[in-house]
């Protein structure tokens, strides 16, 4: 009998209304079924904002440092957690043992990062235009937030946008990925064992159109924060436009990483493989186009095939494994789909092929896959397509590599390998990215630093770092007049 898992409504734990359960299985093995998940609706949806609302005004006065303390503890209890947590992830969306530790511990230091922000949320004093007059700024919560979180990061990116909501005194709704619904009981359990009063985090499961589209919709909730595709995003933005509701959107990438030819080849080797193969492809920054200087080209590209046909895919509970399956069959649908239309642009120099042999027949796995000479148009170069597919583009100096890095919509990370001081702060200038890494991979970004893209990658918001604050919190501009009489700030000026 599989594990029956259950929303989280004003601290009670609860089936759908509707009663009825989606099944979550393991994408490395589809026969292993990880549970089953409230199949919830709108009703379900306004149960929970009715909780985050009542919880509200406590949470908002309890005073930051408290609820920093909350955090702290809740911190902790993610650290005595984060292996059972590791495995459960892996179990649920197929990324590598490795790396769902890591993810767990992307959410351990969100949580230490945003307790000590509960002594800080800095505001500003500034000097005013009278003797008796004094002016400050202090930033206050918004209110309900729902939360829209996707699979590839179930435990890093849900607490990347809870935390510093607590930490602003909102109260919250979470609706995970439904590939990835177990984590995020983890995550709410935790919560809640921290001290984290009944009611200001919430949990509802669920699709986007049962539940997601109503949290967006529902005039209780002051703010989205998604993160996901930038086809949903643009339709979160319109239904978020047409309400004036606060929203923070982190969506699509098609990262880059440069080598150029007086590069360290090895490091730059080590980069890319990281980069484009690492969580299978399907990170927002994973490098999915490489921009090889034309004199390494060759030799670069011959390393590189090399290597890739050596990764060894499995199930990613096998620590020997260096990449796990797609996450679901739809996604492993997309990869091939796309194999197919870069077969009729470009020239195919490693995998290609989904593997469903032998201990793999029952996953959702894919060899990593290289196309060279593709060209920057491409649609295999232009187009997020989440998965191990990497598309090799030459340039012919810095000035080309950097032009063929910003032609496409979006801007999230970008990457330069060269020991040129020069080259490197000319890319630093002229890459249009929210984030570029000099001798890095396109991946690896660190939750004090600000998190998010430009042009279609995001609607000018960053996630991480005390920059996600202006996402959570508004301004509050304060003057107090101690001079008993009528001040007109400029009208009083000659
Ligand atoms: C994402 O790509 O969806 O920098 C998030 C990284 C991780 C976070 C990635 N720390 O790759």
Not at 191 to 204: D, K, R, S, Y
Not at 339 to 357: F, Q
Request: proline fraction near 5%; glycine fraction near 10%; charge should be negative.
């Amino acid at each position: 009998m599989a594990e029956r898992y259950l929303n989280c409504i004003g601290g009670d734990w609860a089936p759908a209304e509707s009663g009825e359960f989606f099944e979550n299985r393991n994408p490395a093995d589809v026969n292993d079924l990880v549970g089953l998940f409230p199949k919830s609706s709108s009703v379900d949806v306004d149960r929970a904002v009715k909780a985050a609302e009542d919880a509200f005004d406590a949470w908002r006065l309890t005073p930051a440092p408290k609820r920093g303390e909350i955090l702290y503890r809740l911190g902790r209890i993610l650290q005595d957690r984060k292996e059972e947590i590791a495995r459960l992830m892996t179990r649920e969306m197929g990324k590598i043992i490795k790396e769902t530790r890591g993810d767990v511990q992307e959410g351990i230091d969100t949580a230490f990062y945003a307790a000590g922000e509960g002594r800080r949320l800095f505001g500003d004093t500034c000097p005013v235009e009278f003797r008796n007059k004094f002016g400050m700024s202090v930033r206050c919560p918004v209110g309900v937030c729902g939360l829209i979180t996707p699979w590839n990061f179930p435990m890093a990116i849900a607490t990347w946008k809870m935390f510093p909501a607590l930490i602003c005194g909102n109260t919250v709704v979470l609706k995970p990925a439904s590939d990835t619904p177990a984590s995020a009981v983890k995550l709410v359990e935790a919560a809640i064992e921290a001290g984290v009063p009944a009611g200001v985090v919430n949990l509802v499961h669920g699709t986007g159109s049962g539940v997601g589209i109503p949290l967006v919709e529902h005039p209780g909730v002051r703010l989205i924060s998604f993160t996901g595709s930038s086809a949903v995003g643009r339709d979160i933005g319109e239904r978020c436009g047409k309400r004036l509701k606060r929203l923070s959107l982190e969506l699509g990438g098609k990262n880059a990483q440069i080598v150029m030819a007086d590069a360290d080849l090895d490091l730059a080797l080590e980069g890319v493989l990281w980069g484009a193969f690492g969580t299978t492809g399907q990170r927002c920054t994973a490098t999915s186009r490489l921009i090889l200087h034309k004199p390494i080209k060759e030799a670069f590209l011959a390393m590189l095939v090399e290597r890739a046909k050596r990764i060894r895919v499995g199930n990613g509970l096998d620590e020997s494994v260096e990449m796990g399956p797609l996450v679901n069959e739809g996604q492993r649908r997309t990869v091939m789909e796309y194999v197919a239309i870069g077969k009729s642009e470009s020239r195919l120099v490693a995998g290609g092929k989904p593997l469903a042999e032998g201990p793999l027949r029952d996953g959702w796995f894919h060899e990593p896959t290289i196309f060279a000479d593709v060209a920057p148009s491409a649609r295999i170069a232009q187009e997020e397509i989440f998965g191990p597919v990497l598309a090799v583009i030459d340039a012919e100096d810095l000035d080309d590599a950097i032009r063929i890095l910003n032609g496409t919509r979006y801007g999230l990370s970008s990457s330069i390998y060269t020991r040129d001081v020069n080259a490197a702060f000319k890319a630093i200038r002229d890459i249009e990215a929210g984030i570029t890494y000099v001798n890095g991979p396109t991946i690896g970004a660190e939750v004090q630093l600000p998190f998010g893209g430009v042009k279609d990658t995001g609607n000018g918001h960053r996630e991480a770092s005390h920059t996600v604050l202006d996402t959570f919190s508004e301004w509050k501009s304060i003057y107090v007049d101690f001079s008993g009489t009528l001040q007109k700030a400029q009208i009083d000026q000659d």
